[in-house]
């Protein structure tokens, strides 16, 4: 067999039935291999960049690891934004690109580029196959990387004459079957490991205001329940970053919902007031802590994590756990006495009673539309967001009860990111509803691949919410940069109805609050691509808000 097809095989061993990509020269023998391979899936999107975020979606929505495939030269870095939006938000995903011959490396050969060099700081690993007898051991190698400890891109860079020449057969077996099933993340329980767990169960018994802080890491080690437990036994709030909102059911009545700068009051004020801080796979990043200093300075903090490099990067602790948190958590479950600190949780109570997410519901509001689909699906959808205005809304008013059920670009914050990722989560989850959630300008960066959802006729509904402009640049020109409205109000020239007709989807348009409900239960009974345009009133904000670089306890939109 030919490299390529020795490459398929293996592929096949390992389980994976899907590949996001675009065919080109460099690429040829690969898809001259998938031509004739019926076990693996080929979704052909309209741009790379495209591929690279639907195997995204599609890795977050399943847990199992997305791969994207392109050509070389501009095919691979194509990919590169779809990769760095992974890296950030540690999402499992392999990136094969073509490559020119090796006799052509190094030469500026047309279409070459040096990919793992371009690559190499927004991957946990790259690397190029030279050696066609090391396809198998290599391929193993990339999935190996990109899903054991903290999941991550992997960048495999495959020269066209080393998937072009011949290779023996028998290959594909060697040491690849079962070879997913023999790698599992697993704590090595050491002496000074139970010891700091201990601690740990010392320090939550002797809280008396315990605030948990829940992130990605949940979602991803699988941790819900155990989160849940943990949560219920101590008695503790759960708050969530965007990357874990799904991480804890958003109507339990521990559930303080998102914290940082765009969260709720009551989880702010919970986590400034609280003595101990018990961090869960989260990252202390910028948009959570606001002004470092004083985030929860008065609390004793436990970081949970991992990743070793995470532990004390940006916020000091008391205690640092490298570990699974689902394997920490299940542990720590059996160590903390049953508590209920009931003088806390009625001031959290109040708060919530005080300080609740509100907006004003004449009109068409955003947040009214994403209360409905809420409503209507029971929170059982799947969410995709572009990024901006309405990912924040949809992060504070959609109700979430399943875990991978909100796909979003936390850390790189790539705009054109939700209808690829949609598309992704619903080939990787076809028996969900799956609802883009979308503000014209992000939509408009990636919107070709609506000919992508048509063409495979994955029925995805893109909730567009039109407001004519890049809503949060145009919020934060308003507060911050006295209403001086530079490039961020886009001209009332794009017709999002015939937009998506033409691309073979369905359009509709709704412009009174009263016609939402019956557009959305059409769009779904539909069962095929489908964008709404919103039309919305463009001075709509984002609140609370907490201004860059203040204490989180100090935020404006509350009255």
């Given at each position: 067999m030919t490299g390529a097809e020795l490459l398929l095989r293996t592929l096949e061993e390992i389980g994976v039935d899907t590949i996001f990509g675009f065919p080109g020269g460099s690429a040829l023998p690969i898809y001259d291999a998938l031509y004739s391979n019926r076990k693996i899936r080929h979704i052909k999107t309209v741009h790379e960049q495209g591929a690279a975020h639907a195997a995204d979606g599609y890795a977050r929505a399943t847990g199992k690891v997305g791969v994207a495939l392109s050509t070389s030269g501009p095919g691979?870095?194509?990919?590169?934004?779809?990769?760095?939006?992974?890296?950030?938000?540690?999402?499992?995903?392999?990136?094969?690109?073509?490559?020119?011959?090796?006799?052509?490396?190094?030469?500026?050969?047309?279409?070459?580029?040096?990919?793992?060099?371009?690559?190499?700081?927004?991957?946990?690993?790259?690397?190029?196959?030279?050696?066609?007898?090391?396809?198998?051991?290599?391929?193993?190698?990339?999935?190996?990387?990109?899903?054991?400890?903290?999941?991550?891109?992997?960048?495999?860079?495959?020269?066209?004459?080393?998937?072009?020449?011949?290779?023996?057969?028998?290959?594909?077996?060697?040491?690849?079957?079962?070879?997913?099933?023999?790698?599992?993340?697993?704590?090595?329980?050491?002496?000074?490991?139970?010891?700091?767990?201990?601690?740990?169960?010392?320090?939550?018994?002797?809280?008396?205001?315990?605030?948990?802080?829940?992130?990605?890491?949940?979602?991803?080690?699988?941790?819900?329940?155990?989160?849940?437990?943990?949560?219920?036994?101590?008695?503790?709030?759960?708050?969530?970053?965007?990357?874990?909102?799904?991480?804890?059911?958003?109507?339990?009545?521990?559930?303080?919902?998102?914290?940082?700068?765009?969260?709720?009051?009551?989880?702010?004020?919970?986590?400034?007031?609280?003595?101990?801080?018990?961090?869960?796979?989260?990252?202390?990043?910028?948009?959570?802590?606001?002004?470092?200093?004083?985030?929860?300075?008065?609390?004793?903090?436990?970081?949970?994590?991992?990743?070793?490099?995470?532990?004390?990067?940006?916020?000091?602790?008391?205690l640092a756990i490298k570990g699974d948190v689902k394997s920490v958590l299940r542990t720590l479950v059996e160590l903390v006495s049953i508590r209920k600190p009931e003088g806390w949780l009625e001031q959290i109570r109040e708060w919530k009673k005080k300080y609740p997410l509100k907006y004003c519901d004449k009109g068409l509001k955003p947040q009214y539309v994403i209360e409905e689909i809420s409503r209507i699906t029971n929170g059982d959808a799947i969410i995709t967001t572009e990024v901006g205005q309405h990912q924040m809304w949809a992060a504070q008013f959609y109700k979430f009860k399943n875990p991978r059920s909100f796909i979003t670009s936390g850390g790189l914050g790539t705009m054109g990111f939700g209808l690829p990722a949609a598309i992704g989560a619903k080939l990787g989850k076809p028996d969900k509803v799956v609802f883009n959630i979308a503000g014209d300008g992000s939509f408009e960066m990636n919107c070709h691949e609506l000919i992508t959802a048509a063409g495979y006729n994955v029925p995805v509904i893109n909730i567009i919410f039109n407001n004519r402009t890049l809503g949060m640049v145009h919020q934060w020109q308003e507060m911050f940069y006295e209403k001086r409205f530079s490039h961020s109000e886009l001209p009332e020239i794009t017709d999002y109805v015939k937009l998506a007709e033409a691309c073979g989807a369905a359009g509709f348009r709704v412009t009174e609050k009263e016609d939402v409900t019956e557009t959305i239960i059409k769009a779904i009974e539909l069962n095929r691509p489908v964008v709404i345009d919103v039309r919305i009133d463009s001075g709509e904000m984002v609140m609370p808000m907490v201004p860059a670089g203040m204490p989180i306890n100090r935020m404006i939109g509350l009255d």
């Open positions: 691979a870095t194509n990919l590169v934004t779809g990769i760095a939006t992974a890296y950030m938000d540690s999402i499992p995903m392999v990136a094969f690109t073509g490559q020119v011959s090796l006799s052509l490396l190094g030469k500026d050969s047309f279409q070459e580029v040096d990919i793992t060099g371009v690559t190499l700081p927004i991957t946990k690993h790259s690397f190029i196959i030279r050696d066609k007898n090391d396809i198998v051991k290599k391929v193993k190698e990339a999935f190996l990387i990109a899903t054991t400890g903290r999941p991550g891109p992997v960048v495999v860079d495959l020269p066209k004459d080393v998937m072009a020449g011949e290779v023996d057969e028998s290959n594909v077996k060697k040491d690849v079957n079962g070879f997913m099933a023999s790698f599992t993340s697993k704590q090595k329980v050491s002496e000074s490991w139970q010891k700091k767990l201990h601690e740990a169960a010392r320090m939550i018994d002797e809280s008396k205001r315990p605030v948990i802080y829940a992130g990605g890491g949940v979602v991803t080690s699988g941790a819900n329940d155990e989160l849940l437990k943990f949560a219920e036994k101590i008695g503790a709030p759960v708050t969530t970053t965007l990357m874990g909102i799904t991480g804890f059911p958003s109507e339990h009545p521990l559930g303080l919902g998102m914290l940082g700068m765009h969260g709720t009051a009551y989880a702010n004020m919970a986590v400034t007031e609280c003595d101990l801080l018990i961090a869960v796979g989260a990252r202390f990043d910028d948009r959570v802590t606001g002004k470092v200093d004083a985030f929860a300075s008065g609390a004793k903090k436990i970081h949970i994590d991992i990743d070793p490099a995470e532990l004390g990067k940006n916020v000091d602790v008391d």
